[in-house]
């Protein structure tokens, strides 16, 4: 198995892993949305995220971290 955090794409509205495996043919995805912080992601701010952007179409911190820890779990 492999799994991919998907790069951001201009405005985003998810946060999305796409887990491979080598005895499927279609790959399958998890896909994140939501805003409980309110704070963008570090994705976010280096694609050059400003605060007079707004969170509209933003990728969340949490959200972010959430899908980090579960890459890492399945890598394991």
Known sequence: MSIELKPLDSKYYETELVLTFEHLR????I???GMPTGYPSEREVENGW???DGMNHVEDELV???ALSI????EC
């Open 31 to 33: 896909r994140l949305a």
């Open 71 to 74: 890459k890492g779990y399945l």
């Open 26 to 29: 279609d790959p399958i995805y």
């Open 64 to 66: 972010y971290q959430v």
């Open 50 to 52: 400003e605060p007079e």
